[in-house]
């Protein structure tokens, strides 16, 4: 059954490059031409469970030091 999972990413980096280079192999290994993406969760007791999906919308992303959409 398909359904829509909203996802919260926060992307960490010691600097802008870095942060900017993280966030291009996100976008890139979720680009929808690749394939499904294999999400993997592991519960706090070691049992994974796994969901197929595609990324949709929303990567736009907000800074709190620069606003929306600037660390693209």
């Given at each position: 059954m398909a359904r829509e999972v909203l996802l919260p990413v926060y992307i960490h980096g010691p600097?802008?490059?870095t942060?900017?280079?993280?966030k291009r192999r996100?976008?890139?290994a979720l680009n929808p031409k690749r394939g499904y993406a294999l999400l993997?969760?592991?519960e706090s007791n070691g049992q994974s469970r796994y969901l197929h999906g595609y990324y949709k919308?929303?990567?736009e992303?907000?800074?709190p030091t620069t606003g929306p959409g600037s660390a693209g």
């Open positions: 600097d802008r490059r942060l900017k280079e993280t996100l976008v890139a993997r969760f592991t919308d929303g990567m992303g907000t800074s």
